[in-house]
């Protein structure tokens, strides 16, 4: 739809400015306000080094539960830094937490890091389409 304006005063050349509408196309794939504002969280709880560092320890582990005492060495973090970084990851829905004595156990939760995927429509779909950067 165009909207047509007729400027007045003096000096004024145009006598007709013509504004292009927009018509929004129908989206495929789009996610409601709630589901946007749902999977910010899941992706902030992603959004930090230290917590990819230790979901990728915590995958790498082929299915078998990560004391946090196991984590500390590797990620060079104090047991009360991993230990927060844990709680979000569990909390995010990411990690199982199992409490065993003084020491808590965790593992990865089957399909969690594949839901986050699932979330983001046609991401899949275009992975392998797009240009490499410089070529």
Do not use: I
Not at 2 to 31: I, K, Q, W, Y
Not at 59 to 71: M, P, W, Y
Not at 87 to 116: I, M, S
């Amino acid at each position: 739809m165009n909207s047509s304006r007729t400027l007045s005063g003096p000096g004024t050349e145009l006598a007709d400015v013509r504004t292009p509408g927009c018509t929004p196309a129908e989206l495929a794939g789009a996610m409601s306000a709630e589901q946007a504002a749902d999977l910010a969280r899941t992706l902030k709880a992603l959004a930090d080094p230290a917590r990819l560092r230790v979901l990728a320890l915590v995958a790498g582990n082929e299915g078998r539960e990560v004391c946090v005492c196991d984590l500390t060495g590797p990620l060079g973090l104090s047991q009360p830094t991993v230990s927060h970084h844990l709680k979000v990851l569990v909390d995010a829905g990411f990690l199982t937490r199992d409490k065993r004595g003084v020491w808590a156990y965790f593992a990865l939760v089957p399909g969690a890091l594949d839901a986050v995927a699932t979330a983001l429509p046609g991401v899949g779909e275009h992975s392998g389409s797009r240009p490499s950067p410089g070529g």
